[in-house]
DNA sequence: AGAAAAAGTTAGCCTGGGTTTACTTTTTGT
DNA sequence: ACAAAAAGTAAACCCAGGCTAACTTTTTCT
């Protein structure tokens, strides 16, 4: 069974916040996004189309399907739930809390997560 | 310059933890405590030997250099402050913090670590 | 409309960090 | 003491995910 990298859920947040932005999403804009090369993003790419998460044309913009929304927004949840998280309990400044979202949003266990759901919604704050 | 990565801080780390515990060092005590192949280990301490952070005789038992050693505390302290804190701040299960705590320890910024140790210091606990 | 620029792709390479297989060296138990 | 078991190593391989160089297709601008 297929199981989705910490790459290429990079890669589909990253298309799911472009589309979001209203930005046109192609292989270039991926790429600078993520500061990577073109090459590594069609390869990147190739791989979520063939697992259908993303669509497109031949030479054309790449768009989520159903199924690759649904996994990109719950990257995105994730991500937003530990930035808000580092920055306003731990008191990180928001570059960084940023970062570090970015970076522990594709490890941390469902229930790891759910700690810091919780302890946001608690009012704790 | 030379950069651990993630998985040369582990081994390190486990090398630490062994030692701390009495236990001898050796290539297959490491990894099964890691749950890699023996080759897989062999290579990577002949990568942190070649560091200076360990130390070992031909077929012995395995030792961490003072630079060695130093490194493996660094991490190992994150471990410690991050696992505490999943499972007495956020209600994370002992064993989930423990795992999800070696995942990030590697990664986390330095100010996202302080930020956790401060919130455990000053007793908002 | 056609040349130049931009976008996308392909092929081939590299590195880290695993693996298995097969070997050598060391340790252990009778 | 010596055979069997355990420990360590070496070689060769795999895979993800980067990269560059070189190419094709599409877009844009004069």
């Known amino acids: 069974m297929f199981c989705l990298t910490s790459s290429l859920e ?3 947040e990253i298309i ?3 589309s979001e932005q209203g ?3 192609g292989i270039t804009d991926i790429a600078k996004a993520l500061v ?3 090459p590594s993003a069609t390869k990147a790419i190739k791989i979520l189309k063939n697992e259908n998460l993303v669509s497109q044309e031949k030479y054309g913009k790449i768009l989520l399907t159903k199924e690759g ?3 990109a927004v719950a990257v995105y949840d994730k991500h937003k739930v530990i930035s808000k998280f580092l920055n306003k309990v731990l008191g990180v400044s928001e570059k960084t809390a940023e970062i570090d979202a970015c970076k522990i949003e594709h490890i941390l266990s469902k229930e790891t997560v759910n700690g810091i759901k919780n302890y946001l919604e608690n009012g704790k704050m």
């Open 69 to 71: 929304e649904k996994a």
């Open 16 to 18: 799911y916040i472009l």
């Open 23 to 25: 930005l046109k999403v």
């Open 36 to 38: 990577v090369s073109k």
């Open 10 to 12: 990079d890669y589909l």
